[in-house]
Nanobody, 123 residues
Framework: QVQLVESGGGLVQAGGSLRLSCAAS????????MRWYRQAPGLQRELVAA???????NYPDSVKGRFAISRDNAKNTVYLQMNSLKPEDTAVYYC?????????????????WGQGTQVTVSS
């Protein structure tokens, strides 16, 4: 099983920056994709950034050029650098990963979520 612990959220003025971190721990064979999602009040959870185990990244247009995702595979940690923040970026940000977990002699893929960290951008 995998536990994801996020940190780095907070209150920032528009135009400012924040860096989120998410560390994975537990018993697993490998971490595959790592992603950041966000959910604002009354809205659906949306993908913010994704990175594969090989380092390929993907962003929606809403954050492209402002956010950057990276990962340290040795530390099983994913980061989200958020620059030029806007009030509409205000949301709870969630870390996600899928991982292979060994059970007996077989590998099973599971999905895991962090508890979320609040990001508030004031105008």
């Amino acid at each position: 099983q995998v536990q994801l612990v996020e940190s780095g959220g907070g209150l920032v003025q528009a135009g400012g920056s924040l860096r989120l971190s998410c560390a994975a721990s537990g018993s697993f064979s490998s971490i595959k994709a790592m992603r950041w999602y966000r959910q604002a009040p009354g809205l659906q959870r949306e993908l913010v950034a994704a990175v594969t185990s090989a380092g390929r990244t993907n962003y929606p247009d809403s954050v492209k050029g402002r956010f950057a995702i990276s990962r340290d595979n040795a530390k099983n940690t994913v980061y989200l650098q958020m620059n030029s923040l806007k009030p509409e970026d205000t949301a709870v940000y969630y870390c996600y990963c899928n991982a292979d977990v060994l059970s007996g002699t077989r590998l099973f893929e599971y999905q895991y979520w962090g508890q979320g960290t609040q990001v508030t951008v004031s105008s």
